[in-house]
């Protein structure tokens, strides 16, 4: 079932984008550490908006 595996990535970017926002704003990370979470966020971001339109077509592919 590729919706089930979609949504289950969907999901992990999810978790992994809220995840290192709080670590970002929380200030707990401090120099290439801190780097390496910012450039991970706007790719997590990224995979969550894929995802979520990938299941919104196949819901849509589905339908009709």
Known sequence: MPDRTLRRAVTTAALVFI???LLIFSGLLAGTAQD???????VTWLTVCCGLAGLALSRTRRAG
């Open 19 to 21: 995840g290192a926002a």
């Open 36 to 42: 390496a979470v910012y450039l991970l966020l706007p």
